[in-house]
């Protein structure tokens, strides 16, 4: 499974941007595809997540400002990003939980660059 995400970039505040991640490989049926960030000097954090299912979940830092959305017949998901802040600067990844039974198996993608300028 690859993760390859893209759409970062260099945004005023109060801007929008909406970064893409497209999985190829088996991803299977039962999945959780999500966002996550890292700050400089901070740890990975969680940003928001939709199951197959179509249940959304959100980090309270960014509700009412992200949307998460998956293309399933493109093995893609996104999260559109409105109102950005300073705060939003940050490395974000893309990761896929598969699950097989009680197994869940998880893959990250390699990060795009989001800084909000001032």
């Known amino acids: 499974v690859q993760l390859q995400a893209s759409g970062g970039g260099l945004v005023q505040a109060g801007g929008s941007l909406r970064l893409s991640c497209t999985m190829s490989?088996?991803?299977?049926?039962?999945?959780?595809m999500g966002w996550y960030r890292q700050a400089p000097g901070k740890q990975r954090e969680f940003v928001a997540s939709?199951?197959?299912?179509?249940?959304?979940v959100y980090a309270d830092s960014v509700k009412g400002r992200c949307t998460i959305h998956r293309d399933d017949a493109k093995n893609t998901v996104y999260l559109q990003m409105d109102s950005l802040e300073l705060e939003d600067t940050a490395v974000y990844y893309c990761k896929l939980e598969k699950f097989s039974g009680s197994i869940a198996y998880n893959y990250w993608g390699h990060g795009t660059q989001v800084t909000v300028s001032s």
């Open positions: 490989g088996s991803i299977g049926s039962i999945n959780k």
């Open positions: 939709i199951a197959s299912s179509g249940r959304t």
